[in-house]
Every structure is written in C-alpha cells, then in structure tokens.
C-alpha cells in the first residue's frame, strides 16, 4: 500500500472502529471486497446487537413496572389485620426482593373471642414463590369450618398441592387463639418452632409433630395445645430470621434469639418484635437479607 493510501486506509479503519459502518474502500482490488463485505457484516451484527440490548432494556422496565405491581398486590393480599379484645398483635414482612415467598394471615371467627393465625414459607423467590402464597390465601379462606382445626387446615392445604402437581413444597404454621379461655392451640407442617415467652423471661420452644408440605398426600400433623397468662407473648417466624448468619457464620437463632428474648421479656410485644428485628440486622450486618423475614407476635393483655 501507497504511503497516502496507507494513511488513508489507517483512517477508514479507525472511522469503523468508532461506529462508522458506512465507510468503503476501493483501492485494493479483491481485498477492498472483502473489506466491504466484511464492513457490512460487522454493520448488519451490530445492528442486530443494539436492536437486542434495546429489547433487554425494554422487558427490563416492564418486567420491573410488573415486579413493583406484583408487590403491591402481595402486600395488600398478606397485610391482614385483626382487632381482638385482650390481646395485641405485630407483625413485620421483608421480602428480599420486590416479592416475597413468605406468607401470613390472620382468620377471624365469629366468636370474636378467638381468632386463627397463620404463618408459611414457600421455596424459592419471586414470582413463582409470590403466586403460591397467594393460591395458600385462597385456600385458607376457602377452607371453612376446617379453621376451626388446626391440623385439618393443613392437611387440606397440602392434600390441595398435592393434587395441584405444582411440585411446590413449603413450611406451615396455623395457631387458634382463645383469648377468652387462655389457650393456644397449633400444628407445623414442618415449619419452625414458635417461641412462647413468659413475662418472667422463660422462653419455650413449641413442638409438634408434621411434614413439610406439599410433598406426600398423606400426612400426619399433630395437634398441640399450650396455656397462656397475662404477659405472655407468642412469637411466629420464618427461617430468614432464624437462619441468617453473622460473619463467623453462625445463625441468629442459634447465636442471639433466645437471649434477646429472654433479656426483653418485659416489653410489650411491638416493641420487643422491633428490638428483634433491629438485632437480626445488626447480626447481619445489613437490612438486606439472604432469605425473606417475617415476625408474627401476639400478646396476652
């Protein structure tokens, strides 16, 4: 190549370099075709790449104007709230993304007396996740006198997903609060022990036997029955607070709860649920968490 055409071929190069697919030489006999050529193919795919990053960035917005509408529903559709005479109620719900696979709902009966709690936790995030707890909500109020039961409930929730052949499992806990008789009355589908802690500082694990859900048909869930006093506080909860870790790797529930339980006995029960869940943060290390976290605690006025 001629030193000028040299330069000016150094120049064509460096014009496509920066975008410029229009450029064309025809100088260089065969050589300036394929160029050419190769000059419009690079065209042709970067068009084709900047009409797919363009498409990226629009199901981008709409995925999140349906992620930011999705929440909106979930929120309205697990932020039940119940009034009952004799006992005060808080809850708090952080999903970790926009949506969430944890679930709770409050049943009231007309005996005003009593009312159903209900907490669950679907695997998995997102969508999916979101679209289970909202089918466990219609079933849960679609489930008529079988609220009544603890352990009925349940069992007609998993034998629902069972036939559903979603291949979704989950965790569950349903609990009867009889205010009026001092009693509360549970069943676990697997999920995690509530705590019962006392105005003195004694915390008790609740236990009962029952299968993570969504599994097997047939199941067996248990029924358990424990007595509440004036002060007493019951907390439900999902395994994103008992599971989160510090930075030496050892869980919340394992390494603090009890103790700031215990330590906190006397406070009212927002306050208390508050103070655990500033702790968990702190424990964490930030409000972002692995897992969603939801806290479900009662009191006994």
Request: negative net charge; charged residues 25%.
């Amino acid at each position: 190549i001629q030193p000028s055409r040299s330069i000016f071929f150094t120049w064509k190069t460096k014009k496509i370099a920066g975008g410029d697919f229009d450029q064309k030489i025809d100088f260089m006999g065969e050589f300036s075709n394929a160029f050419n050529s190769m000059t419009m193919q690079l065209k042709e795919a970067f068009e084709i790449i900047e009409k797919q990053k363009n498409d990226l960035i629009r199901n981008e917005r709409e995925m999140r104007r349906d992620l930011k509408l999705a929440a909106i529903i979930q929120k309205n559709l697990i932020s039940d709230k119940i009034r009952i005479n004799g006992v005060a109620i808080k809850t708090i719900y952080t999903p970790m993304i926009l949506i969430g696979g944890d679930i709770y709902s409050f049943v009231e009966f007309r005996n005003e007396q009593q009312f159903g709690v209900f907490i669950a936790d679907v695997n998995g995030h997102g969508v999916n996740a979101a679209l289970v707890t909202g089918m466990i909500k219609v079933l849960i109020h679609s489930a008529g006198e079988m609220r009544r039961n603890p352990s009925e409930l349940l069992y007609y929730i998993n034998r629902s997903f069972v036939d559903f052949n979603l291949d979704i499992y989950f965790t569950a806990l349903y609990g009867i609060c009889d205010v009026k008789n001092r009693i509360f009355t549970y069943a676990r589908g697997g999920h995690n022990l509530p705590y019962l802690i006392h105005k003195n500082g004694a915390i008790k694990e609740l236990s009962s036997d029952g299968p993570m859900l969504g599994v097997v048909e047939e199941v067996v869930i248990e029924n358990k029955t424990v007595e509440l006093e004036t002060g007493d506080k019951l907390m439900l909860y999902t395994d994103g607070l008992s599971e989160t870790e510090n930075d030496e790797g050892v869980s919340f529930e394992s390494g603090a709860l009890q103790e700031i339980l215990r330590i906190n006995s006397k406070m009212n029960i927002e306050k208390l649920i508050n103070t655990v869940y500033s702790e968990l943060i702190e424990y964490n290390g930030s409000e972002k968490f692995g897992d969603d976290v939801c806290i479900l605690g009662i009191e006994i006025l």
